[in-house]
């Protein structure tokens, strides 16, 4: 008995093994690759074929398909030939939203729109090396009642494990976030290139509530957010990888938030190149960028245990921003509001930034609830000069505002504002203006336990304090190297 039940196991792997080396090509299911032809109904039987058989890749050939909504299933690999591409219908009636997912989140406002679509699916694979294109700007927001979020992504897979999207392919025109991944366990995205400005909110990929994500070698360029790490509903973010990527976004290349209601912990980003979009035409942000890296908790959650290295920022207005605020917001009706957050042990490390615009980097948390342990290793910073009046520094916490770059980057610092702090560290800073240079490039408020070494700093002309610092304790302070003026001036 206990031989036939181990060759009936052995004979049914054997089964599902040779199921996952099927293809199915789509145009045995009547899929027509004109551009024209609607193959919903098609392309949708070659997917539920496949997953009945067990599995396997589902095959698009060379050509333009034409489709609505597509549901993934398990086991399911879904396949691009080169020169082959997934076209979306701009029709909205062709994207009926899908039932209320088991898990809930702040944007599902009535059922996700998707172009690809699944929901507590295992094993299901997008890959490449064929095109993937929304047409999404069919689905601008004054086009749509309620509320934007109805407009389709472009792939959403909520609740899923073991999911690979990989091969070359190329993701363009989503009609709002290009990629969502929702409360998904073992992530693999690598080996992919974004173009999204179609429609407003055309993220790059956003990994919302994840355990286990391994993402590298995107090549992006948005309107809106790059690498965009979130937390919409309770489950937290977690164990995350990013490296070897180029990121151009209107808005923030890098970013962790702003909804964080199941926060971040342990996300590693390394190896990204940070550049200005190519293209022209902008909804919002900057042609330029608004900021390369933005870490913040908004509604409560924490942040914690975030590593960001090997990165060269080039153009944006803001190089990056750390924050801790209390927007409040709750992710869905009958939740309680959630509480002031956490944000702590971070470490930036290996910054190269250029050509940016004269606003400075900041760290900010609210009063008595600082952010904490913060260490900035091996930051190199060349930025414009600013020789006009000092501006004086804002009293508003805008502790309620969304967290944006633009709250504090207007200060009275040329390259760091730090406010409600603890134990931050600055271990071998490098800063230089190409023109002359008013403000002080530190400038420190309620901050305990400041550690500034090993800095190196030039200015061209009379060169200003160095550190200017109120309610600072706990200074561990040494001189910058090639530095004209004076180093610090503390005031209570």
């Given at each position: 008995m206990k031989?036939?039940?181990?060759?009936a196991l052995l004979l049914a792997s054997l089964a599902t093994l040779q199921a996952a080396d099927r293809n199915f090509e789509v145009t045995a299911y009547g899929a027509k690759g004109d551009g024209l032809t609607k193959n919903t109904v098609a392309l949708q039987k070659a997917i539920d074929a496949c997953a009945a058989a067990g599995g396997g890749k589902v095959v698009l050939p060379k050509g333009r398909y034409l489709?609505?909504?597509l549901t993934l299933r398990s086991h399911v690999e879904l396949h691009l030939d080169e020169d082959?591409?997934?076209l979306g219908s701009t029709l909205m009636e062709d994207y009926p939203p899908h039932p209320f997912p088991k898990f809930r989140s702040l944007r599902d406002k009535g059922g996700f729109p998707a172009l690809i679509y699944a929901e507590e699916a295992e094993q299901v694979a997008i890959t490449g090396p064929g095109t993937i294109?929304?047409?999404?700007?069919?689905?601008?927001?004054?086009?749509?009642?309620?509320?934007?979020?109805?407009?389709?992504?472009?792939?959403?897979?909520?609740?899923?494990k073991n999911v690979r999207v990989e091969g070359g392919l190329y993701l363009c025109n989503a009609g709002s976030w290009t990629q969502h991944y929702l409360n998904c366990e073992n992530v693999e995205v690598h080996n992919i290139e974004v173009f999204a400005h179609a429609t407003a909110n055309n993220d790059c990929i956003d990994i919302d509530g994840c355990r286990h994500v391994r993402v590298s070698g995107i090549r992006g360029d948005t309107y809106d957010d790059g690498i965009t790490l979130k937390a919409t509903g309770p489950a937290d973010c977690e164990d995350v990888v990013v490296e070897d990527c180029t990121i151009a976004s209107h808005c923030a290349a890098i970013k962790c938030g702003t909804e964080s209601?199941?926060?971040?912990?342990?996300?590693?980003?390394?190896?990204?190149?940070?550049?200005?979009s190519v293209a022209g035409k902008l909804v919002y942000g900057s042609r330029r960028g608004a900021t390369g890296i933005g870490l913040m908790i908004a509604d409560g959650g924490?942040?914690?245990?975030v590593t960001i290295s090997n990165v060269t920022i080039r153009g944006p207005r803001s190089p990056f921003f750390i924050r801790l605020g209390n927007r409040s917001r709750k992710y869905m009706d009958g939740v309680a509001v959630p509480p002031v957050g956490v944000v702590r042990n971070i470490t930036l490390s290996d910054i190269t930034i250029s050509d940016v615009q004269?606003?400075?980097?900041?760290?900010?948390g609210l009063p008595d609830h600082p952010v904490e342990n913060v260490t900035l290793r091996n930051i190199r910073i060349v930025a414009p000069g600013f020789a006009g009046k000092v501006p004086a520094l804002a009293t508003d916490e805008k502790g309620t505002n969304y967290p944006s770059e633009n709250l504090f980057y207007s200060q009275p610092a040329s390259a760091l504002f730090i406010r409600h702090a603890r134990n931050i560290t600055l271990d071998h800073l490098t800063f230089a203006t190409t023109t002359p240079e008013t403000r002080p490039p530190l400038l420190a408020v309620d901050v305990k336990g400041l550690t500034v070494r090993k800095a190196e700093a030039t200015v061209p002309g009379e060169c200003p304090v160095?550190?200017?610092g109120m309610g600072v304790k706990g200074l561990k302070f040494t001189a910058p190297k090639n530095w004209g003026g004076k180093g610090q001036e503390i005031t209570p």
């Open positions: 031989k036939l039940i181990i060759t489709t609505g909504s082959a591409t997934l294109d929304g047409q999404g700007a069919a689905f601008q927001p004054a086009k749509v009642s309620n509320n934007e979020d109805i407009r389709p992504r472009g792939i959403l897979f909520v609740s899923c209601t199941g926060g971040f912990r342990h996300i590693r980003i390394s190896n990204i190149s940070v550049v200005p924490t942040l914690d245990d004269s606003k400075c980097s900041w760290i900010c160095f550190l200017r």
